[in-house]
């Protein structure tokens, strides 16, 4: 299983940038997928992005696909999200996780998240 160790976060104002990072350790040398979740305040851990181990592709939430952006640097075994035009409804703890080798939706592996708070 991979260990994933998020950064990044932190209080933005609305219509600011942040961006985050995902660093990962342990067992690397797998074909996994990689992606972000998030979890805002009384709501569900809902889907932010992902970007798949097959063939690269991207895929993003409806709600953060006009602003975010996805990307992967393997040679640092890193996973970055880039949160542009942030709005208070962006506001949540962010996850990143890893799937099961092989595996474009099966996340298995995650991290313990890192807090974004954007004021109005």
């Known amino acids: 299983q991979v260990q994933l160790v998020e950064s990044g976060g932190g209080l933005v104002q609305a219509g600011g940038s942040l961006s985050l990072s995902c660093a990962a350790s342990?067992?690397?040398?797998?074909?996994?997928?990689m992606g972000w979740f998030r979890r805002a305040p009384g709501k569900e851990r809902e889907f932010v992005a992902t970007?798949?181990?097959?063939?690269?592709?991207?895929y993003y939430a409806d709600s953060v696909n006009d602003r975010f952006t996805i990307s992967r640097d393997n040679a640092k075994n890193t996973l970055y999200l880039q949160m542009d035009s942030l709005t208070p409804e962006d506001t949540a703890v962010y996850y990143c996780?890893?799937?099961?080798?092989?595996?474009?939706?099966?996340?298995?592996?995650w991290g313990q998240g890192t807090q974004v708070t954007v004021s109005s």
């Open positions: 996780a890893a799937t099961t080798p092989g595996s474009d939706y099966d996340f298995t592996s």
């Open positions: 970007i798949h181990w097959s063939d690269g592709a991207t």
């Open positions: 342990g067992r690397t040398f797998g074909n996994y997928s």
